[in-house]
Nanobody, 121 residues
Framework: QVQLVESGGGLVQAGGSLRLSCTAS????????MGWFRQAPGKQRELVAA????????NYADSVKGRFTISRDNAKNTVYLQMNSLKPDDTAVYHC??????????????WGQGTQVTVSS
């Protein structure tokens, strides 16, 4: 079964930055499009950002465009999310997953434990 381990979350003041990492195993990471999702209390999980297997194409939620950057290192089986200019609305548990080729929907039913991001005002 695929394993996804997220890290890098924490408590930060509004306007601050965080860098999330997700390391994947038991999957062919190099050919998988990957994405970051988040789920705030009482809300549905939503796509934040996604990237193709080679890193050449990305997709971002409108709410994070210009503030977040997704990247990947295929040699390390790791996908990153650089988050700048954080807002309290960014508070959520962040998860990674492989995504469909259109960079929209999660591919696997199982999820990692996620990493909590809390932005204080």
């Amino acid at each position: 079964q695929v394993q996804l381990v997220e890290s890098g979350g924490g408590l930060v003041q509004a306007g601050g930055s965080l860098r999330l990492s997700c390391t994947a195993s038991r999957m062919n990471f190099r050919i998988a499009a990957m994405g970051w999702f988040r789920q705030a209390p009482g809300k549905q999980r939503e796509l934040v950002a996604a990237i193709t297997s080679g890193g050449g194409t990305t997709n971002y939620a409108d709410s994070v465009k210009g503030r977040f950057t997704i990247s990947r290192d295929n040699a390390k089986n790791t996908v990153y999310l650089q988050m700048n200019s954080l807002k309290p609305d960014d508070t959520a548990v962040y998860h990674c997953n492989a995504v469909t080729r259109d960079l929209v929907r999660p591919l696997f039913d199982s999820w990692g434990q996620g990493t909590q991001v809390t932005v204080s005002s």
